[in-house]
């Protein structure tokens, strides 16, 4: 069970930081509450850093979940 947990926060951190590496930025929109305002925006801009960290870790979490032994037996 902690094997396939590992493998697949470690794939989703991969996922994660190509995510981050191709996308400049991510604009989310809120509801508008009423008519009294219009649509807010929201921008969600990854730091420089962020793509190479997320996929350095999703590597090194998903290489760690291959060395956890194996349960043998029930």
């Known amino acids: 069970m902690w094997r396939s947990l590992f493998l697949a926060f ?3 951190t991969c ?7 191709a996308v ?3 604009v989310l929109k809120k509801p508008p509450q009423g008519q009294t305002r219009l649509i807010d925006r ?7 850093w962020a793509p190479w960290s997320l996929l350095a870790s999703g ?3 998903t290489l760690y979940s291959f060395t956890i032994p194996r ?3 029930g």
């Open 42 to 48: 929201d921008e969600i801009v990854p730091p420089d």
């Open 59 to 61: 590597a090194v979490v």
């Open 15 to 21: 996922i994660l930081g190509v995510e981050a590496l």
């Open 10 to 12: 470690g794939a989703y």
């Open 71 to 73: 349960r043998v037996g």
């Open 24 to 26: 400049e930025k991510a």
